[in-house]
């Protein structure tokens, strides 16, 4: 269809059906232009191209004038078939909201009724701001996790240097005889070494000797063996111990002292024959002998 041509004169107070239509199409061309420069400046972009729909679109012509006056091509978009025969109310809804979703003013599917060209699509800016934000997070937290991860690392590291430098300086002190080693494990291999062989040389000893000198052995049973300070006092000037007798002289204050210092000794099997003798006077109280006898068995 060609643009509609209408010859009206200026002061015409009776215009023709065309010339109204004329100017109702010029109105709607201003309000479309301006909408689209309004759309190029707040978004940055550039229309390629312009679809139209609804009643107005059923125009002859429409889509040439309105291409010669936006600059750009407008071609028309069919309604689905089964909305073509609805009356003008419902096919001017479903354009007004066509054009709604198409301007970016939806929030939703406000029409399930769209199919083909106008299904709905999503909002692919709003989905790809989502996603960059998700990828800045993601990058941020590979980030800080990484940091975190050496911060940790470098700690650690430090504080073994210091337990190194801690077991080295031990071990000098401990071994001063052998050179120090480069680091801990090879120190507490050389400790273990010479642990393991400072047990050996004393399994050894212990089986030269026995666990306890029977000597020693046996002073220490006389000394336990004696009544408390409380019951006797006893100082033992002398003891003489021999493979077959311990013989000691010692001062007590009385005789009935020196016989229970006796009777006490007698109750250790090993001093079970044990005898007084010689009980005589001295200057602080009396001074006495104890014969223990000893043979092999009994100290067995």
Not at 85 to 91: A, D, E, G, I, K
Request: some cysteine; charged content about 20%.
């Amino acid at each position: 269809m060609n643009e509609p041509t209408v010859a009206v004169a200026e002061n015409d107070e009776h215009p023709d059906v065309d010339t109204l239509i004329f100017r109702q199409v010029q109105q709607l061309s201003n309000a479309i232009r301006q909408l689209l420069i309004r759309l190029e400046d707040q978004f940055g972009i550039e229309i390629p191209s312009i679809k139209i729909c609804g009643g107005g679109a059923e125009i002859c012509g429409i889509e040439q004038f309105l291409s010669e006056e936006m600059g750009v091509p407008v071609e028309k978009s069919l309604l689905p078939m089964e909305t073509s025969n609805n009356p003008s109310p419902q096919r001017f809804t479903l354009a007004y909201w066509i054009g709604q979703c198409a301007t970016g003013n939806s929030h939703g599917r406000e029409l399930n009724l769209r199919t083909g060209d106008f299904s709905y699509q999503g909002n692919l800016e709003k989905l790809g701001s989502l996603l960059r934000i998700m990828g800045i997070a993601a990058a941020a937290i590979l980030i800080l996790g990484f940091a975190w991860f050496g911060y940790n690392y470098m700690t650690l590291r430090r504080e073994l240097n210091t337990l190194n430098s801690d077991a080295l300086a031990i071990f000098t002190e401990s071994l001063p005889e052998f050179p120090v080693p480069e680091d801990s494990e090879t120190a507490l291999t050389l400790v273990n070494a010479e642990v393991l062989e400072k047990t050996e040389q004393i399994q050894s000893l212990q089986k030269l000797f026995p666990k306890e000198p029977p000597v020693l052995s046996k002073i220490q049973a006389f000394s336990s063996h004696l009544p408390s300070h409380t019951q006797a006092r006893i100082d033992v000037t002398e003891m003489t111990i021999s493979k077959t007798s311990i013989n000691v002289r010692a001062e007590t204050d009385q005789f009935e002292q020196a016989t229970l210092i006796v009777q006490e000794l007698q109750k250790y099997a090993l001093f079970s024959e044990a005898q007084k003798a010689d009980e005589k006077n001295a200057a602080k109280g009396i001074r006495f002998n104890i014969v223990i006898p000893l043979n092999a068995q009994q100290e067995e």
